[in-house]
Structure formats: C-alpha cells, structure tokens
C-alpha cells in the first residue's frame, strides 16, 4: 500500500478536483399596468441527483485545473421601469460560471403598451403575458430555455381589462389569467447545495387592472407577487423577485396608462460552488462571496460581481 494513501498520513493525496454547481441567472422585472410577471433567471444545477431548470436532470460537475482562472459572474435583476404602462420591462442578465451560462428571465409583457415592443420576451424562463386590452399580442407568455426554464403563462383576450400572466419558474409554467384574477408565478426548484434545502427560481405573479374583485397573482422560491389597484386613479407596484433567487418581479396593478402601478424588479442571481474541503479558492477583488465548510466539502457562495476564480 502506498503511503500516500494511507488515512491520516501526512502526505495524503488529495482527491481530484470537482466543483458541483448551482448557477441561477438575473430574474425580469414585471410589466406596468395589469402586466404580466417577470420570469426567473436560467437555473442550472450539477449537486447530487438534483434537478435543473425546465424540468432537466442534474448536470455534470466540472473538472478545473488547480491554478487556472475561471470567470464568474453574476447577473443583474431587471430593472423595475419607469411609470407609464407603455414602458417595457426589463430582462434580467446572464450568470456564468466557466462554461456554463444561465440565461436572464424575459421581462412581463406591460398591460397598458400599445406597442408590440412591450411584450412579454423569452429569457432563461418566459416572461408574462399581459392585460391586453391596448394591444392584444402583448396577451402571450414567451417559451423559457431547455434545461433551464419554463414559459410565462397567457392571459385572456376574451374580456376587457384582463389581468397579466404569471412569469415562468425554473420550475413549472407560469399561471394563465382565470376570470381577473392574476396568473401564479411559475415554481421554482429546491437545491441543498449550500447545506439546506432552499427553492429559488420562482417567476412573478401576474398584475391586476381594473377589477376589484381580481386578486394578484401570488409568487414563491424568490418570485415577487403581482400588484392590485386600491382604488382608481391609484396603481399598486408588483413586489420585487428576492435577490440572489433569481426570481422574477410581479406585476403592476393599475387603471389607465398614465397611473398605472410598476412592475416589480426582478431578483439578482446566484453562483454556488462545492468541492472538496482539500482545496482553496481565490475570489477575484470584483466577487463578493463567501466559504463554508460543510463534512468533507467547502461550498463557496458568490453573490455579486464579475472577476476571476481558481484554486490551489
């Protein structure tokens, strides 16, 4: 037997470097005015027999070379946008980790828009659909990503004044619009990566326009709820998606174009790395980030920025 082999040994050979990964892109903002929530950042997962977004098995962790740096960033919320139904949401922003890229959520279509350039857009998972009452295509929830996200969720152009289409989750197809009531944000996905299980990748709740008896769309795993207007003249912002969740933001409530509530922002993303505890990571001066021990592996936690990672 060789010694180096031997538990205990001073000399003991490290096992080979692994590094599982949870990588989560930015989430969407939602749309204004009774628009559709904002869609979850791309959730791609290599921990254990977990899943990854858009209903695809868990990934393959990679293999890094001790020394070399491997680039890491994290990607941005939408930004929630300015009042005006006619202002279009805002995607979230892709988060990398070496080669594996999450893709940003697709922004909720607005519900006041009278132009086809406030429409729902396809991202990581598919933003929302919205009031469509101005323009009816902006009514369609976009397709998500495979293997990384689902679709945003529609809304009815069968009455006027509908309410906007939840986001689409990691996890599960955003809600469609029932009666006024707001579509439910897509589902996210749960990982015990960092040690615990924790859902994130949730999409946003639809928004409500013009009907008292509608109800929100409601949001989970990260996702922001939609708005409702309380009485007219005065539009409710949707809630913004939890940062580093990925989540996306929920819908504006709202009455005309002009007072119309905002949409949530959407919810920045995440990279979590695992590995064995023999090894050490650097963090570029650009990361914020953290490490923790957890049995025989480290789980570092980065949470911000773009720079350069490697081990020794």
Not at 9 to 18: D, K, M, T, V
Not at 118 to 144: L, R
Not at 161 to 181: D, E, F, L, P, R
Request: glycine share 32%.
């Amino acid at each position: 037997m060789r010694l180096s082999t031997i538990a205990g040994f001073a000399g003991q050979a490290r096992p080979p470097l692994e590094v599982a990964y949870l990588v989560i892109g930015g989430g969407a903002s939602g749309g204004n005015d009774g628009g559709g929530g904002g869609a979850a950042g791309g959730y791609r997962n290599s921990y254990a027999a977990e899943t990854s977004g858009g209903g695809a098995s868990t990934e393959t962790p990679l293999s890094p070379t001790v020394g070399v740096n491997y680039t890491v960033t994290i990607g941005a919320g939408g930004a929630q946008q300015a009042y005006g139904g006619n202002t279009p949401a805002n995607n979230g922003s892709n988060s990398v980790f070496s080669t594996v890229t999450s893709i940003g959520g697709g922004r909720g279509a607005a519900g006041g828009a009278a132009a086809s350039g406030s429409s729902s857009s396809t991202g990581g998972s598919g933003g929302g659909g919205g009031n469509p009452y101005y323009y009816a295509g902006n009514n369609i929830g976009s397709a998500g990503t495979a293997n990384q996200g689902f679709a945003g969720g529609n809304c009815s152009t069968s009455n006027t004044y509908q309410s906007g289409g939840g986001g689409g989750g990691a996890g599960g197809v955003g809600g469609s619009t029932t009666n006024h009531n707001g579509g439910t944000g897509g589902v996210g996905v749960s990982s015990s990566i960092t040690g615990s299980a924790v859902g994130r990748g949730g999409g946003g709740g639809g928004g409500v326009h013009k009907s008292a008896s509608g109800a929100a769309g409601t949001a989970s795993s990260g996702g922001g709820a939609g708005g409702i207007y309380a009485t007219f003249g005065a539009g409710n912002d949707g809630t913004s998606g939890t940062a580093n969740t990925g989540g996306g933001g929920g819908g504006g409530g709202g009455i005309t174009a002009s007072v119309s509530g905002r949409g949530g922002a959407g919810g920045s993303g995440l990279v979590v790395l695992r590995y064995p505890k023999q090894y050490t990571i650097t963090l570029g001066a650009g990361l914020a980030g953290s490490t923790t021990t957890i049995g025989d592996d480290k789980v570092t936690t980065i949470t911000g920025g773009s720079d350069n990672v490697s081990w020794s």
